[in-house]
């Protein structure tokens, strides 16, 4: 029986990038994963139109302007959000020495170096190296598996 498995494969790509990044995976109808779904998907549509490539080619003048281009700094917002979020609630409970994700390394080496000035390692590079991740990873790994399934079902012997 046809199915479409995008949903299962952003579902499957976005839970291995938050066990790395966060240390757990979520269960497919968990209420935080889900609006992390949401908002990722809802970007990945308005990063893809016109609007957004015109924003980003004139954002300093088209941010004072009224549009639909004026989700996109709206979604990443609420991405980042997310994002800082986890990093307090791991802050909060940070244990030197025994790192549990990708943000616990990131937050250890910012107090190793939070006498550094020209240190690379601060909360701005933490949230958009984390946001960095989801979107790199998510869709263009789910898109790959997506046409690599399709070409196997094209071309049977192969499997």
Known sequence: QP?????????????????????NRFDYRDKEFLELLQIMNESFRE???PWSQLYEMGETFLKYLPGP??????????MRSFIARRVRRNAETLEPGLPRDFIDCFLLQMEKEKDNP????NLENLE????????????????????GFLMLMKHPAVQ
């Open 47 to 49: 990063i893809s139109t």
């Open 118 to 121: 020209s240190s690379e390692f």
């Open 69 to 78: 281009h004026t989700k996109i700094p709206r979604l990443l917002g609420r």
């Open 128 to 147: 958009l190296t984390t946001l960095n991740l989801f979107f790199a990873g998510t869709e263009t790994v789910s898109s790959t598996l997506r046409y």
């Open 3 to 23: 199915f479409d498995p995008t949903y299962l494969l952003s579902c499957a790509v976005s839970n291995v990038i938050c066990s790395v990044v966060f240390g």
